[in-house]
């Protein structure tokens, strides 16, 4: 049982390069979530997606962006990293709009130099 | 502005109770969530309220009172493996989640 996923779980940027965080869910849920976990901090929402096709900004989307081209696909870029973009990155994903338990990935841990 | 508030840390004792608290202050209410998250790990969704009351899941309950804004997530004889953070989380008028900070329980033997 796979849930979600996210690729890489790791990665080391230099300041101005690109990269791209894929998640990836096998229960066809609707609704996707990318969110970043800082130390001291709640999570916070980047960018989340209802649906195929759809994508919509969240608390902190500056430098990022997202893409729902797939139902169980759910992309996070960042097209100029920052320093201040070091974080663990989690997907989530659940069924629909009314159910509240989110599936979490395994987090992406970025380091940007 | 949105606020959840919990404790950053807590400390017990293997087999005693604990109990952790999540005040909040947010622009509507559709529901409380509380996650557990090991160290290096991804959150686990534990309970869920939305009406006051106590709701019982084995060794764990949670607690609302909506009219405090005041949760409780209770933990009964506690075992190392409960070592984790715990996360409140409140979903608002938007259905939108606003996450604490967490807290972090640390069990002694």
């Known amino acids: 049982n796979a849930g979600v996923t996210q690729t890489p779980k790791f990665r080391v940027l230099k300041t101005g390069q690109s990269m791209t965080l894929l998640c990836a869910q096998d229960m066809n849920h609707e609704y996707m979530y990318w969110y970043r976990q800082d130390p001291g901090m709640g999570l916070r929402l980047i960018h989340y997606s209802v649906g195929e096709g759809t994508t919509a900004k969240g608390e902190v989307p500056d430098g990022y962006n997202v893409s729902r081209l797939k139902k169980q696909n759910f992309l996070l870029g960042l097209e100029s990293a920052a320093p201040s973009q070091t974080s663990v990155y989690f997907c989530a994903s659940k069924t629909g709009a009314d159910t509240g338990e989110l599936f979490f990935g395994e987090g992406s841990r970025l380091t940007v130099l | 502005g949105q606020n959840i508030d919990q404790p950053t840390e807590m400390t017990a004792t293997e087999g005693a109770i604990v109990q952790i608290n999540c005040t909040y202050q947010?622009?509507?209410?559709?529901?409380l969530f509380w996650y557990q998250q090991h160290a290096g790990e991804a959150p686990t969704f534990l309970s869920y309220n939305v009406l006051d009351g106590l709701e019982e899941k084995g060794r764990f309950s949670s607690f609302l009172s909506r009219s405090k804004g005041y949760s409780y997530l209770l933990l009964k004889e506690l075992q190392m493996k409960d070592s984790a953070s715990y996360l409140c989380?409140?979903?608002?008028?938007?259905?939108?989640?606003?996450w604490g900070a967490g807290t972090k329980l640390i069990i002694k033997p």
């Open positions: 989380a409140v979903r608002d008028s938007n259905y939108q989640l606003i």
């Open positions: 947010t622009s509507g209410f559709n529901g």
